[in-house]
């Protein structure tokens, strides 16, 4: 008895700890996410001697945190003499065991959710086997765990990831230009809940939220949320689903409310809709707007499970003439592929790296993003949400496929992929081909059941496969010489080569840009990365370990051709001087959106220069200035000009002699989490007594570290001291356990060392927490006010009256009362006629008075901010329709009168307000909670009808 009650305390401590942790109006219901990223235990290889069981002793296995990689790797692979194919290299199997206690309810449900294992995974809790997942090493998945945990105690789980090579599990067994590396390299989450819940979206087509835009106008939207809840109870449940609709500033917008018995072991999927008029925003790369959509499912009146997801309105569709059309506009689509993995720890990289490489994309001025050639990580897709960058992606493949249960297998994984991403307004194309080899059926008709809505994209190469988009909607093509367009296709280049000058990636989007049936040039590649030998051995296909064309190092250090893509798609003033690895052989090349460029050598005019006028940059919008000048010593300055004016400028100096280390962080603006599961990489940078990087500096630099952190370093792979790779050193930092401040020096042999330092916060584990964000849930109230036969507004309540009688109303959602009042007669009008323009019927009908004020009283409003909007449309055509109302405000603040100017421009016509709304005037009200709010207007002219004809009021912070 006195166990169970300490287990008791324990479950109300917890329940009460994490509704404290929950901002304003959010509700989890039963639902918990806990991240269990921190303190496994790994084991590299095979284990005979049961490592599943609870009392096996695995004191000797290395305390690792998960992003982890099972083997760290050298920056060159280890110079290992394997092909692509991959038979054996990081092949192994891993082990993974971790002791969880599990403060759940009796009757919740416990679930395991990975993000993604290389490459097929076994699961034991309890020393138990409740099963595995051997179908993609990309995609999520998760085990229900419900019956083989002891809930209050400790239990054992025990994870065997098994990267061996494959027949069956995509790209395997074919060869791929990328690695495959081993282990638990994404998060991993333990989820509890009621047995009521929303299930995962992978689980099915009608599974987890699956949010649609069907309409989506201008000015107005109409959202679809399809919700399935599962019912793992014996008995048939009540249930209740109240979705809301929250802008970004967390203002509940649209509420939705459904109710249906669910009977027992079976599901239903709630569909419901809304339409956003009010506070309507769309989603682009300029203005990436977010709603959110947060769902509560109700068991009778308890909340029982909640979930959450975001979306944005985007249209998109092509358009011969035009190409690819977002919102009504044309847009072309510039950007890079990228591969998720870095030097020595490969794919297993923290969030914080996801979304600071999207962000690096974002500040080049890419708009499009393709994930090469495999599903990535939600924190990468939720980052380009949130930046305003489009995405193209795919499963993972590479050139060959093979029998059915592969195919089976990448069926599913595919099907996946789209039900855990499709809510995301940054996807808009799937790829339903094979790299290199072009569109494949199966997979195009996969992705279509799934979605849609999407575009679906071929992956051809010029020299297979079909010459156009095939059965798919986009011919997606490699071009990396100069590839004949298709006659008819839409076509983007999916692979275009590049170079740190930019000179290649200048051709080859300006070649694209001068065909309107091409929409998008996206260059190979975002960022380099470590690809093994391929199994073709000559001259022209020797290759190293890294790849040197990226727009970034791998390390994600820009090179010269980042800041050519900020000049040509970046609206700031931008002039960069591009260092010696590209301004060499007698050619400096500057990037700048400038009309004109004065470049000097040591103060001395060197010549001033419009854009290149080259050919091959013809369709750019900003193409590089290239001065012919061999540059030997000394600084070169360029200014930018702009109708005659000096806009911008920017200073290089030669590079001179390696003097001193600047130490960096590559992230800065987010908290550093202890205890391992995030990282850092350091940079050490050789510079000269100018400060300028010395790009042909060859330095092994060492760092060492003081502090609640780690060097990620086994000693084996020359990480420690680290070579220069263009003037940059780079290491990896952990924290510790220990909380605090981390200082790292980096020295070399001549050089006068640098340090830099970072501190260390909490992890907290409460995922929901950690994401969750307020809920304003203030209902907004819209009153039409007309006579007897007014024409109510859809969705608006109804005020009608015809006397003094009729000057009270009571708002139905929160028991506010208003009053209003006149010095003179107060007449109402409602005889069925109609007006045109927005919201028509609010504006066709309402009271007026021939002279004098109308007061508009709140008697009881409680205490807060809130925001008002009137209607003034005169309905006679004895007044002017314009702004000369007078409206003064009496609150908690005091009063306060100005003369309406909400209106700019006037209207004409009292039947019509075009394509606007009515005459409106909107104010700001501070309420006590004691004293009435009285609103007074006033008709500044002489002559005319003052009229009131409704009203929307809403709490605000």
């Known amino acids: 008895m006195k166990k169970l009650q300490t287990i008791i305390i324990v479950l109300l401590l917890s329940s009460s700890i994490k509704a404290q942790q929950l901002p304003e109006g959010f509700n989890a219901g039963d639902r918990t996410k806990t991240n269990l ?8 290889g095979d284990v ?3 490592p599943t069981a609870i ?14 990689t099972p083997q760290l790797v050298s920056y060159e692979m280890d110079s290992i003499k394997e092909t692509w194919v ?5 092949r192994d199997i891993s082990w993974y065991r971790k002791k969880i206690t599990i403060n759940a309810k009796s009757t919740d449900k416990v679930f395991l959710e990975f993000e993604a294992v290389h490459n097929a995974t076994e699961l034991w809790v309890n020393g138990t086997k409740v099963g595995e997942y051997a179908v993609n090493g990309y995609v999520p998945f998760h085990f229900d765990i419900t019956d083989y945990v002891h809930l209050g105690k400790e239990n054992t789980i025990a994870v065997k990831a098994d990267n061996s090579y494959s027949q069956v599990i995509a790209p395997d067994p074919d060869r791929t230009d990328y690695v495959k590396f081993g282990g638990l390299y994404r998060d991993v989450y333990l989820v509890t809940t009621n047995n009521l819940h929303v299930n995962y979206n992978w689980e099915d087509f009608d599974a987890g939220v699956h949010i649609t835009t069907p309409t989506v106008n201008k000015h107005n939207g109409t959202v679809t949320i ?7 109870n014996s008995t048939t449940k009540k249930t209740k689903i109240i979705t809301n609709v929250i802008d970004k500033d967390g203002y509940v917008i649209k509420k939705l409310i459904s109710e249906i018995d669910i009977a027992a072991n079976a599901k239903h999927t709630f569909r419901q809709s809304a339409t956003i008029e009010d506070d309507y925003h769309l989603w682009s790369p300029d203005s990436p707007y977010l709603y959110r959509v947060n769902s509560i499912i109700y068991d009778g009146d308890s909340p029982a499970d909640f979930v959450e997801n975001t979306f944005g309105f985007r249209k998109f569709s092509l358009e011969k003439g035009k190409g690819f059309v977002l919102n009504g506009e044309p847009l072309f689509l510039v950007g890079a592929n990228r591969h998720q993995n870095y030097p020595n720890i490969g794919d297993a990289i923290p969030n914080s790296f996801h979304y600071n490489e999207a962000l690096q994309y974002k500040k080049a001025g890419m708009n499009i993003i393709r994930l090469s050639h495999y599903t990535q990580d939600d924190a990468f897709i939720q980052a380009c949400d949130e930046l305003g960058i489009l995405i193209y992606e795919e499963p993972s493949t590479w050139i060959e496929w093979g029998g059915d249960t592969w195919f089976d297998n990448l069926e599913k994984a595919t099907r996946t992929m789209i039900r855990n991403h499709r809510n995301h307004p940054s996807i808009i194309v799937w790829g339903a081909g094979i790299n290199h080899r072009g569109p494949v059926p199966r997979m195009q008709t996969v992705a279509k059941e799934e979605d849609p809505f999407r575009l679906t994209a071929s992956a051809s190469a010029p020299w297979d496969g079909p010459k156009n988009e095939g059965i798919t909607d986009v011919h997606a093509t490699m071009d990396y010489r100069r590839t004949e367009f298709p006659e008819s296709a839409f076509t983007m280049v999916m692979e275009h080569g590049s170079s740190p000058n930019s000179e290649v990636n200048q051709f080859h989007i300006s070649r694209y840009k001068g065909n309107k049936n091409n929409f998008a040039a996206i260059t190979w590649l975002g960022a ?28 994600r250090v820009p090179k010269p051709v980042y800041y050519w893509y900020q000049s040509e798609l970046v609206p700031k003033p931008i002039v960069h001087i591009a260092d010696e690895t590209a301004s060499k052989d007698g050619k400096v090349h500057v990037f700048s959106n400038c009309q004109e460029i004065a470049l000097y050598h040591n103060g001395e005019l060197i010549g001033k220069q419009v854009p290149d006028n080259d050919l091959t940059k013809i369709n750019l919008d900003h193409p590089s200035f290239t001065f012919k000048y061999n540059w030997k010593e000394g600084s070169l300055k360029a200014i930018g000009y702009t109708n005659g004016e000096k806009v911008t400028e920017f200073t290089r100096h030669k590079e001179g002699k390696p003097h001193h280390i600047q130490v960096a962080y590559n992230i800065n603006d987010k908290p550093f989490y202890a205890e391992g599961s995030d990282v850092r990489l350091v940079y050490a940078s050789i510079l000269d007594e100018n400060d300028n990087v010395i790009t042909s500096a060859d ?31 780079a290491i990896y930092v952990k924290g510790t356990q220990d909380l605090g401040s981390i200082t790292v020096t980096a020295k070399a042999t001549g050089l006068k060392s640098g340090k830099a330092t970072i501190n260390t916060v909490k992890f907290n584990t409460n995922e929901i927490a950690n994401n969750a964000k307020p809920i304003y849930d203030y209902p907004i109230s819209r009153v039409d006010i007309g006579g007897e036969k007014q024409l109510v507004q859809f969705e608006w309540n109804e005020w009608t009256g015809n006397t003094d009688n009729d000057l009270n109303y009571t708002i139905k959602e929160t028991n506010t009362q208003v009053e209003i009042s006149a010095d003179e007669k107060i007449n109402w009008l409602g005889n069925g006629t109609s007006m045109l323009g927005d919201l028509s019927f609010v504006g066709t009908d309402g009271l007026f008075v021939e002279k004098g004020e109308i007061h508009f009283k709140l008697p009881n409003l409680k205490a807060g901010r809130y925001a008002l909007e009137t209607f003034h449309h005169a309905r006679k055509t004895d007044i002017k329709l314009t702004n000369e109302i007078e409206v003064t405000v009496h609150d908690a603040d005091g009063s306060f009168t100005r ?4 209106h700019i421009v006037n209207y004409y016509d009292n039947n019509s307000s075009g394509e606007r709304q009515p005459i409106s005037i909107n104010s700001t009200l501070e309420s006590d909670g004691t004293n009435p709010v009285i609103l007074k207007f006033k008709g500044k002219n002489e002559k005319g009808s003052l009229w009131l004809n409704g009203f929307v009021l809403k709490q605000i912070k």
């Open 37 to 44: 990223n921190i303190g496994w235990k790994f084991h590299l």
């Open 899 to 902: 003369t309406s100017d909400d």
């Open 48 to 50: 005979t001697n049961s």
């Open 699 to 729: 330095y092994d630099v060492q760092f060492s570290i003081s502090g609640a952190g780690e060097l990620i370093d086994n000693g084996k792979i020359y990480a420690n001291p680290a070579p220069t790779y263009n003037g940059v050193a």
């Open 86 to 90: 991959q038979e054996k290299y990081l």
């Open 55 to 68: 009392d096996f002793d695995d004191s000797s296995w290395k305390n690792v945190s998960v992003p982890h």
């Open 226 to 232: 399809k919700t399935t809840v599962k019912n793992e």
């Open 528 to 555: 380099d990365y470590n690809h093994l030998q391929p199994d073709i051995v000559d001259a022209q296909w020797s290759r190293d370990f890294v790849t040197t064309y990226g727009v970034l190092s791998a390390y």
